[in-house]
């Protein structure tokens, strides 16, 4: 009695290969579970492929699946917005002032990248500022920048 790699065969050991990204948290296994429900597709669609072409198969998509993560996603993956950075990374970033400062109300500033998570920043000046002032960040207090004009 001969042995045949069926679809549903494929389909199994994808999903485990998935299912075991659970517990290996590298995202490389994944890519390997779905070359592996690729190949099920393929016999489902092919059923004569010998088992050496299926291995094969399964080996080049594995690889092509990784590389492309590797070298196409990931890269476009990069968080910018700087959240978790320690605060003097951020000091010396530039923003415009989208509402300026008027007692009791502080004033609003924005960055182009957002900065420590967000975008918008109240923050406080000594020195007069108005909309579209470019500022620069010389200290952090508590959720409040501190600024000066560029």
Not at 39 to 61: K, R
Not at 98 to 105: F, G, H, K, S, V
Request: proline share 5%; charged share 15%; hydrophobic share 55%.
């Amino acid at each position: 009695m001969e042995f045949q790699i069926e679809y549903w065969h494929w389909v199994v050991f994808g999903m485990l290969l998935i299912m075991a990204e659970l517990v290996v948290p590298s995202f490389t296994i994944f890519w390997f579970g779905l070359a592996a429900l690729l190949m099920a597709a393929l016999v489902w669609l092919v059923p004569d492929v010998s088992l050496s072409v299926q291995l094969l198969a399964w080996a080049i998509g594995s690889s092509l699946f990784a590389l492309a993560w590797f070298k196409l996603l990931r890269p476009l993956m990069v968080d910018r917005t700087q959240a978790g950075i320690a605060r003097e990374a951020v000091l010396g970033e530039s923003g415009q002032v989208i509402l300026a400062p008027q007692p009791p109300r502080r004033g609003q500033v924005r960055f182009s990248t957002p900065v420590l998570g967000d975008d918008e920043w109240e923050f406080i000046c000594e020195e007069p500022v108005v909309i579209g002032d470019r500022v620069l960040i010389t200290e952090i207090s508590g959720n409040t920048l501190i600024v000066k004009k560029r």
